[in-house]
């Protein structure tokens, strides 16, 4: 048993491989754990010595058990198994990125599993060319774009072939290129070109990227990109950000105005500088408009594409409510009723989307004008008591305490239509006028005597009556058996002129 | 009050609705043809002369507008009657203004509709309870902020007061004889009136009724 406690694992077990990556393998030379670093036995950390197994490959013989080779041999035999087991448990097929450990596109993974040199190795290469010469930054971005993630066959780069606005984005760097090549020639800084190249590569490599990346690799990049968004994209008036920004501008500056200054004589300075800001200024003439071109051209496709989403949203709900009612409607096709009653609210609801812009889904908790409250009456009677209430509005105006009480009363005039009358439909009726709202309910079904209704039985009927009379209200009931009910509510506005807006 | 069964056409693009409407007008009516596009019924109607037509509203190719105004001109005795599934006055006012004599919803039970296409061939004018919210709305009786240059004809652009309670009555789901008994006149007379309400749908220009058209579309 090993003292402390590692945990040996074996490193010819073709699992721990997979990920190429040799964490978990403890320093085969210095502490061989039971004999030999045969596969066949291994100790976990917690002391308890886990399953023995025959070893099973070209080399051995399969007559003995592991443990009993001496330890010379198992050590020649173990070191020549783990070569062979190395290089056996490696990945073999063509160059990939990884798709699971992966820092930012995986290419140093990929490029680690393949060869077998060390991920945190190629890293440091990585980064070692793209300090010096740039060409780091864009080897990887290339990479990034032509090699597939593992388990595919197409790169980024086939599906940005199809982009045409992308490839002009990126092609736009290219002015931006030949201008600072022109401004190093003039200024004599050989060194600029080769740094020049590979970062406009890299960068349009980037742009490609970002517009053609899957979402998952796309989100590493905006991680990246959070900071510097932040600060370069004007969002709000956040003052730490104007100062950040106004920060980092003057360092440049100065960092710039520096170096030119420090070099030159100062009219000599002068007049490069002077040159130097015709020939940008010429730059941004000839290509500034195709630059506006493009950046308008990926404002309109961003804006149709949320339009696009939206509609599609929209139509999945609708189509998604209808599709449930008709579900419903074959399912109680020997209840006629039910049918017509499952028909009509879908119709209501379909229509109102159709021609109202009435999205399904997003109900109002409050209604603020009467046509809305009426609406609402229909559509919940209609779907407690089974019965067709047909609705008509003339004028329409805000709500306010007294008009809801006159509300209050309509529902409950319909209510008890549904209820008490036996009539198929009841008709709505609701016009506002300056002066006054009047709601009026008929059914024509059984009617009643209003002389005979008994005390005990007016209960809430007669509080809703009585409650809207208290608000200046007037409510006439008029009806016979046989007749059908007629009831009329009115109720004086308390502003007395109001514009009318369009009927419903 | 003729006796003779209507003839009726009918124009819809929906081959199911048109079967049902074949099955509930039944023996009723004499149904002597049907077409599902503006051109075949334009033709179709002008060779056979029905007395009423069903139309649906929302036809491809013009709407039933097209057909009305291409027919009215040479065949002044056809009637229209509007069919709409929308129940949104914006679609009815068109063909109505082009010389439909009043519409009903596609949920119309069989009866209503034969009883509709009959009163069209008598030459009365259909009004559902919300076309008549809908006339009462435009021809108010304040005149909106618009209307207040343009001096209105009281013959196209007003309703008189009887008018004005019968389409009440109307709106509130009264049948024409509920009205007439209401009113305390003859049906007759209600019909009157109802006729020369469509009649001022049609003519009036009152900037009202356009406007209220165009802002709904908008909204």
């Known amino acids: 048993m090993p003292p402390g406690g590692r945990e040996y694992l074996c490193i010819y077990d073709d699992t721990e491989e997979s990920s190429g990556s040799r964490r978990a393998r403890g320093r085969p030379w210095c502490w061989p754990p039971n004999g030999g670093w045969l596969c066949d036995s291994w100790t976990r950390a917690s002391g308890e010595p886990a399953a023995t197994r025959e070893v099973e490959d070209e080399y051995s013989d399969g007559e003995y058990r592991a443990d009993e080779y001496p330890y010379w041999l198992s050590h020649w035999r173990s070191a020549a198994r783990r070569h062979h087991r190395h290089w056996r448990g490696r990945y073999h097929g063509p160059f990939r990125r990884s798709r699971d450990a992966r820092l930012l596109g995986g290419v140093a993974e990929g490029l680690s599993k393949r060869t077998g040199i060390d991920v945190t190795i190629i890293r440091v290469v990585f980064v070692l060319f793209g300090l010096a010469s740039g060409t780091g930054v864009a080897a990887y971005v290339l990479a990034w774009l032509f090699l597939p993630v593992e388990g595919e066959d197409t790169n980024i780069a086939q599906r940005a072939m199809e982009d045409r606005r992308g490839i002009a984005l990126a092609l736009a760097f290219l002015p931006a290129l030949v201008a600072t090549l022109l401004l190093a020639a003039a200024l004599r800084a050989g060194w600029v070109d080769s740094l020049a190249w590979p970062l406009f590569v890299g960068a349009a490599g980037l742009v490609l990227l970002w517009r053609n990346a899957p979402s998952d690799e796309r989100a590493v990049l905006e991680r990246l990109a959070q900071p510097v968004l932040n600060v370069a994209v004007p969002q709000g008036r956040s003052w730490r950000r104007i100062s950040a920004r106004a920060l980092i501008g003057a360092v440049l500056l100065g960092g710039g105005l520096f170096a030119l200054l420090a070099g030159h004589p100062s009219h000599i300075f002068l007049r490069s500088l002077g040159g130097i800001l015709l020939v940008m200024a010429a730059f941004v003439v000839i290509f500034g408009p195709w630059w506006l071109g493009i950046a308008r051209d990926l404002v309109v496709e961003r804006q149709a594409r949320v339009l696009a989403e939206e509609r599609a949203n929209v139509a999945t709900r609708v189509h998604d409510s209808v599709l449930q009612t008709l579900a419903l409607i074959q399912r109680r096709a020997d209840d006629p009723q039910q049918v017509a009653q499952l028909a009509r609210a879908q119709e209501r609801e379909l229509r109102s989307w159709l021609f109202n812009g009435y999205v399904p889904g997003s109900t109002s908790s409050e209604d603020s004008t009467v046509g809305e409250a009426v609406q609402r009456v229909q559509r919940e009677v209609e779907a407690a008591h089974g019965i067709k209430v047909e609705v008509v509005t003339v004028g329409d105006c805000d709500l306010d305490d007294d008009l809801r009480e006159l509300l209050a009363a309509a529902r409950e005039a319909t209510v008890n239509s549904a209820k008490w009358s036996a009539a198929p439909v009841v008709s709505l009726f609701a016009e506002v006028e300056p002066d006054e709202v009047s709601i009026f309910v008929r059914d024509r079904g059984k009617g009643f005597d209003p002389g005979s209704v008994p005390p005990d039985r007016k209960g809430v009927s007669e509080s809703v009556f009585g409650r809207m009379s208290r608000h200046g209200g007037v409510a006439e009931v008029r009806s016979a058996p046989g007749e059908g009910t007629d009831v009329a509510l009115k109720m004086p506005r308390r502003v007395a002129r109001r514009p009318k807006r369009a009927a419903s | ?219």
């Open chain 2, 1 to 219: 009050m003729r006796t003779a069964t209507p003839r009726v056409f009918l124009v819809d693009d929906h081959e199911l609705f048109r079967a049902g409407v074949r099955n509930e007008l039944g023996t009723s009516v004499e149904i002597v043809g049907e077409a599902d596009d503006v051109s075949p019924a334009i033709e179709l109607i002008s060779e056979r002369e029905p007395d009423v037509v069903l139309l649906d509203v929302h036809l491809p190719g013009g709407g039933g507008q097209a057909v009305v105004e291409a027919v009215k001109g040479e065949h002044p005795s056809v009637r229209f009657l509007a069919l709409s599934v929308s129940d949104a006055p914006e679609d009815v006012i068109a063909v109505i203004r082009a010389g439909a004599r009043g519409y009903v919803t596609k949920t119309i039970s069989g009866p209503e509709l034969v009883d509709a296409v009959r009163r069209i061939a008598d030459g009365d004018a259909v009004f559902s309870p919300r076309l008549a919210g809908f006339v009462l709305d435009a021809f108010s009786a304040m005149p909106g902020g618009a209307d207040s240059n343009v001096s209105l004809d009281p013959e196209l652009d007003q309703l008189t007061s009887r008018e004005r309670e019968v389409m009440r009555l109307i709106a509130r789901g009264y049948t024409y004889k509920e009205t007439a008994r209401e009113l305390s006149i003859s049906i007759k007379t209600v019909e009157t009136h109802v006729s020369s309400v469509l009649r001022k749908l049609q003519l009036s220009t009152r900037h009202q009724l356009t406007r209220w058209a165009a802002e709904r579309r908008l909204i």
